[in-house]
């Protein structure tokens, strides 16, 4: 008898802890079908495995998904194809300014898992004559959380033949790299490839992230940028201090000798621009 009311008792809670696993997962699922989430495809394949792959396991877990294509994007891809790797509520092509700013105001996270140099360059000085470029810039004078991933537009990119110049002069590595700040300045989250799912997790679930995007040691060269119309050995020495490695002056600017020879002898390149 008491062998039959300990299996009953182990049934009922085996019974018991389906059923609230269930309405738990029931709960969890209308909770973030509630969330919309609005994923940029621009003209770039960078890192695209690894992206898609993230992008697949994002999309599986319930969100209300739309995805924009860019022209740029369907030359790389057809619609077809990305069907075929992820599986969005909806997918849209061609916007007017109305549908932009709907969908951007309507959405809880916009991803933009191809951030490109172009793009960046374009939303930096307010240039707004693509779907993509007019998008991000209406979620940033919205307000809208954005997270990009940066392989695309990251000048450290040595992996990427398209995104990156080994001989590149270096005052357009610097231009890339500040490009790329200025857009974290202004609200965007930048975050490498592989961080992709772990960055809309910690948005949704409200975890405080310590700039994910910035876990790495940059090799990019730093510079420094004067105004003064004189430049002294004052100057090349407080480049010295702050380990600069490039000194940006006017271009009428006057370097004196002293300044000159220190320059040449600390290894310090000073550009006029």
Same mark, same amino acid.
């Given at each position: 008898?008491?062998?039959?009311?300990?299996?009953?008792?182990?049934?009922?809670?085996? =019974?018991?802890?389906?059923?609230?696993?269930?309405?738990?997962?029931?709960?969890? !699922?209308?909770?973030? !079908?509630?969330?919309?989430?609005?994923?940029?495809?621009?003209?770039?394949?960078?890192?695209?495995?690894?992206?898609?792959?993230?992008?697949?396991?994002?999309?599986?877990?319930?969100?209300?998904?739309?995805?924009?294509?860019?022209?740029?994007?369907?030359?790389?891809?057809?619609?077809? $194809?990305?069907?075929?790797?992820?599986?969005?509520?909806?997918?849209?092509?061609?916007?007017?300014?109305?549908?932009?700013?709907?969908?951007?105001?309507?959405?809880?996270?916009?991803?933009?898992?191809?951030?490109?140099?172009?793009?960046?360059?374009?939303?930096?000085?307010? =240039?707004?004559?693509?779907?993509?470029?007019?998008?991000?810039?209406?979620?940033?004078?919205?307000?809208?959380?954005?997270?990009?991933?940066?392989?695309?537009?990251?000048?450290?990119?040595?992996?990427?033949?398209?995104?990156?110049?080994?001989?590149?002069?270096?005052? =357009?590595?610097?231009?890339?790299?500040?490009?790329? $700040?200025?857009?974290?300045?202004?609200?965007?989250?930048?975050?490498?490839?592989?961080?992709?799912?772990?960055?809309?997790?910690?948005?949704?679930?409200?975890?405080?992230?310590?700039?994910?995007?910035?876990?790495?040691? !940059? !090799?990019?060269?730093?510079?420094?940028?004067?105004?003064?119309?004189?430049?002294?050995?004052?100057?090349?020495?407080?480049?010295?201090?702050?380990?600069?490695?490039?000194?940006?002056?006017?271009?009428?600017?006057?370097?004196?000798?002293?300044?000159?020879?220190?320059?040449?002898?600390?290894?310090?390149?000073?550009?006029?621009?």
């Amino acid at each position: 008898m008491n062998d039959k009311l300990n299996i009953t008792k182990d049934k009922i809670r085996e =019974i018991v802890g389906k059923v609230v696993n269930e309405l738990f997962s029931q709960k969890q !699922s209308k909770l973030l !079908s509630a969330k919309k989430l609005l994923i940029l495809f621009t003209g770039s394949l960078t890192s695209y495995d690894t992206i898609i792959n993230q992008l697949r396991n994002i999309t599986s877990i319930g969100y209300d998904t739309t995805l924009v294509l860019s022209e740029s994007f369907l030359n790389l891809k057809s619609i077809d $194809e990305v069907k075929k790797e992820l599986n969005p509520d909806r997918i849209l092509t061609k916007l007017d300014n109305y549908q932009i700013a709907e969908e951007v105001r309507t959405a809880d996270l916009i991803l933009i898992p191809f951030l490109t140099r172009n793009t960046v360059a374009k939303v930096l000085n307010a =240039i707004t004559d693509t779907v993509p470029t007019n998008l991000i810039f209406t979620a940033l004078m919205l307000k809208k959380k954005i997270i990009a991933v940066r392989d695309g537009a990251d000048p450290e990119m040595l992996d990427c033949i398209h995104c990156y110049t080994p001989n590149a002069p270096a005052f =357009i590595q610097l231009l890339m790299q500040k490009n790329l $700040e200025l857009l974290k300045q202004v609200g965007v989250e930048l975050i490498k490839s592989d961080q992709l799912e772990e960055a809309v997790e910690n948005f949704f679930l409200n975890k405080k992230s310590s700039e994910i995007g910035d876990r790495r040691v !940059s !090799s990019v060269p730093h510079f420094l940028k004067l105004q003064r119309e004189i430049i002294t050995s004052e100057d090349i020495k407080k480049a010295l201090k702050n380990k600069e490695k490039y000194l940006y002056v006017p271009p009428n600017a006057i370097i004196t000798d002293i300044a000159k020879e220190l320059a040449n002898k600390e290894g310090i390149e000073i550009i006029r621009i």
